[in-house]
């Protein structure tokens, strides 16, 4: 039995992050200088940073910490915003690898293209891969 390898976009992550405890900061901030002769105005405008940082923070993270990739026992579960693919070595026609931007393109067989974006770590995929028989070629992968 092969042991189960899960995998997450954390180069996707990283800066998430950042700018999320950036706008938290932002709002703890301008809490700690409100006193009680603040105007409304300036509470008002406090409460709505709050709620939009805390917003930001729901939304992306939910989208981003549901992606990821795993492989166990010859097959490879793709998970991206709860939506999970599942497929084998077999169903793999060919696949594109770009080591500098850790972007891999997988072409299916069916005719489907399944894009992994901004992975530290792909070494399991091209393990697997390779294992399964798979043309990996090397392509500079450029998404903006």
């Known amino acids: 039995m092969e042991r189960k390898i899960v995998c997450k976009p954390n180069k996707e992550i990283r800066p998430f992050l950042v700018q999320f405890f950036l706008y938290l900061g932002v709002t703890v ?38 992606t990821s990739y795993t492989v166990e026992d010859g097959r490879v579960e793709i998970k991206k915003r709860g939506r999970v693919r599942v497929f084998t070595g077999d169903d793999v026609a060919l696949s594109y690898y770009d080591s500098n931007t850790k972007n ?20 399991p995929m091209v393990d697997f891969l390779d294992q399964a028989g798979v043309r990996i070629d090397y392509k500079r992968i450029a998404l903006k």
């Open 29 to 66: 901030g301008g809490a700690l200088l409100l006193n009680a002769q603040s105007p409304l105005l300036d509470k008002l405008l406090v409460a709505a940073l709050a709620l939009c940082s805390l917003g930001y923070g729901f939304y992306h993270g939910r989208r981003i910490f549901r």
């Open 104 to 123: 891999m393109e997988l072409h299916l067989k069916d005719g489907n293209i399944i894009m992994l974006v901004e992975y530290d770590n792909l070494t």
